[in-house]
């Protein structure tokens, strides 16, 4: 098995479902932290979703309402398998993301 630390950081400049991860294929991920940045200077609704792949379904691991940022535990995520996908869910923009994870594979 290797082990292979990342880290994800993007910027993105619309509303909406955003991937910001997608688990490759024979691994596993184990997020460490999640941080979300809403730069828009107002208020924002952020949704960190996973969405299963296996039953095609989308989890809510945060919703917050806030000016400024969110910041997530690895306690509070969780791990994601093969295919799943970590999205972002914005109602403004732009919003900074930065994810550290633990690829296993």
């Known amino acids: ?21 997608t688990c490759p ?3 596993t991920a184990i997020i460490k932290t999640a941080w979300v940045y809403n730069n828009s200077g107002g208020s924002a609704q952020l949704t960190l ?5 296996a039953i095609a379904y989308d989890g809510t691991v945060a919703d917050k309402y806030t000016k400024s940022w969110f910041y997530l535990a690895s306690g ?9 996908i970590l999205k972002i869910n914005t ?3 732009p919003i900074n993301v930065y994810v550290s994870l633990l690829e296993i594979s």
């Open 1 to 21: 098995m290797a082990n292979a630390y990342k880290k994800v950081m993007v910027t993105k400049s619309s509303t909406g479902d955003h991937t910001i991860y």
């Open 25 to 27: 294929a024979a691994t």
């Open 49 to 53: 979703k996973i969405n299963n792949t």
């Open 76 to 84: 509070d995520i969780g791990i994601l398998e093969a295919g799943d």
């Open 91 to 93: 109602n403004a923009q």
